[in-house]
């Protein structure tokens, strides 16, 4: 749900912000539709206690006169939405994300970590039985146990190896420093990427206003203002007073604009920052489909579960009664 919400705001803040040209009627197109939908989903549900057919008709006529609103509505509040979609994609908490499309592409990768850790623990997971075909019956629940746990071993593997890549090129490990520090050192990154984002929230909820009002989002925020928001903001429990201080602007740009994002004193670009840490969830899902691979193997030999053992009979549902057919049907 929180993947087709991100992909739809992204879209449809596209298509309200797009202009119409000679070459592109795609955000007219967009805005006409949106109305018809609006205007004929609102006529249908005043009218649905009249006859359906009534109903029916008054919805219809609805939606044509959205359409024809959303017409003759040209490129009116492009300009308010194309606003608002910079803001989100360059200026807000969903920038340290990568933006609305960072968002879905973060969140396909949870789905499939999810999705292949609930196959794991149904037994639903791939499974290529080629070699269980010629073994004889009592040997295949031994081949299968072993198979579960030879996939608990190289899940287990891939956690350290996707950690250790990602403690390297994410947030910036010595390649030769021991678990520990890399550890560590990914904890204290995550940790500073949290409170950029609070900070960043709290710009937000200050633009916001602004924005809504059809203000730009980048023509409030003075350098005076960008100051005292950073010395209001407890810094100095993640970075130090010369970090703080890199990002201060003199005093002689207190009457300049700043852009509402939140500029880590690390000088790394904030854009995609929080990827880096969500990008944990590799090694966090190959923990659980491990994990969820040894518990299946414990559970068999301790009798609280079966192996399939014919791999035959994987998916097949069981035929049913011929003999009882005539009795059912009557």
Known sequence: MLEVGAFTLWIGLKGLSATSSDTNHSGLVFRAVMAAIVFGVVAYRIA???PPRTAATVGMVGAAVGLAIGRASGNAGAGYFSNVLNWQQDSSWLTLLGGLRGVGT???????????SLATGAGKHINIDALLRFLRPRLRVPSILIGWGMSAIVCFAGVWGFFDHIAIGSFGAPADAPAGEKMSIVWREGGRHLFLLRRQISLDLMTSSHVLQGERYDGWLRGAEWNTWLADGGWDAYYSREEVEAVTMPESAGAELH?????????HNPRGLLTRDLHLIFPFGLLIIGIRF???VLLVL????????????IGNAPKADQSAAPEAGA
Not at 106 to 116: F, I, P, Y
Not at 259 to 267: A, E, H, R
């Open 106 to 116: 973060e969140l396909t990768w949870w789905l499939a970590m999810l999705g292949a």
């Open 259 to 267: 852009p509402p994002l939140v500029v880590g004193p690390t000088g």
């Open 48 to 50: 649905r206690r009249l």
């Open 302 to 313: 301790l009798g609280e579960a079966e192996a399939e053992s014919d791999p035959h009979s």
């Open 294 to 296: 040894v518990v299946r």
